[in-house]
């Protein structure tokens, strides 16, 4: 007969180390919940975890990625429309440094070849519309370096002539893709330096422009940094990917195949950029970079 506490024993001896697998599945249980209780024991993880969840950065980046796909590509198919030869051709250039090397580059020059008769359809007034109508990723980069830094919307009378002219900006820099990669001829590790300070310089610039100033320069800089440094790096590590899985996606769909990749394509160019924003004003209001940057209190901001 068992003596009280028996049964326990015997259970306690059943799920002790000489039972077959217990070890790992309790290695596996201690690894989750240290894992769990990691955003409580570093502070600064809690903060970057639940500002991430406040930005919706899933929800962003698709935002963005349609934006781009509906208004900005139109007008970059417009732009170049109405531009010589030698820009259709870097335009192209640029596709091809962004996809990799499978880019359907003849397509798109000849996408990009019919001057007159886009000229014939658009003319001044369509080309005013579809630009107008791309401010709409202006717009929306706007929402979220207002949602990172807890700002209210800015009013149009504030912001209309900065969606235009950041719009402006950020055409001009994609359109210097291709040359900037190359180094302008110095080389690849050059290219790779002057493309790391362009895009650090423009997220710098997107940021204080579509704030309208409400944020000074500096505490702006560390999303600057991980925007800027996170999309070259990704950039460069989707030239391994991309260009397999286009391969895949026109094989299997076709023509929609690009469709496809490119709408996924820009969704994690979406991501990235969402979060080196969202982790920068995170890193500007912690530890000592709110002396060192001057990064203004919650109740400081207007």
């Known amino acids: 007969m068992n003596r009280p506490g028996d049964s326990s024993d015997a259970d306690a001896d059943a799920d002790g180390p000489d039972r077959p697998g217990t070890g790992g599945r309790s290695r596996l249980t201690g ?57 259709k051709n870097l335009v192209a250039d640029d596709f091809k440094a962004l996809m990799g090397d499978s880019a359907p580059v003849e397509e798109v020059r000849r996408t990009f070849a019919a001057h ?45 002539w900065r969606w235009l002219a ?56 560390p999303g600057a940094v991980l925007a800027g440094g996170g999309m070259v790096a990704f950039l460069h590590a989707s030239r391994l990917v991309t260009p397999q899985s286009l391969r895949r996606s026109i094989d299997q769909f076709g023509a929609l195949g690009l469709v496809f990749t490119m709408l996924s394509w820009l969704i994690a160019v979406g991501c990235v950029l969402v979060v080196g924003l969202t982790l920068g004003q995170v890193i500007a209001s912690s530890g000592p970079f709110p002396r060192w940057l001057g990064t203004p209190m919650a109740g400081d901001r207007s």
């Not at 406040?54 to 781009?68: D, I, S």
């Not at 109508?133 to 202006?138: D, G, I, M, R």
């Open 166 to 221: 950041w719009l402006l900006g950020w055409l001009a820099v994609l359109l210097l893709q291709a040359p900037l990669r190359h180094g302008f001829g110095a080389g690849a590790w050059v290219g790779v330096l002057l493309s790391l300070t362009a895009s650090v310089l423009l997220w710098w610039w997107t940021q204080h422009l579509l704030l309208g100033g409400r944020i000074g320069w500096l505490p702006l800089l």
């Open 31 to 87: 690894l989750t919940r240290a894992a769990a209780d990691l955003p409580t024991r570093v502070p600064v993880l809690g903060r970057m975890l639940r500002r991430l969840n406040e930005v919706n950065t899933m929800e962003a980046a698709a935002r963005l990625a349609a934006q781009v796909f509906l208004a900005a590509l139109p007008l970059l198919i417009v732009a170049a429309a109405f531009t010589p030869k030698p820009v």
């Open 116 to 160: 007159g008769t886009t000229g014939q359809s658009f003319g001044a007034v369509g080309i005013v519309v579809t630009l107008l109508s791309a401010t709409a990723l202006s717009r929306a980069i706007q929402r979220i370096c207002e949602r990172c830094w807890d700002l209210p919307k800015g009013g149009a009378r504030l912001t209309a």
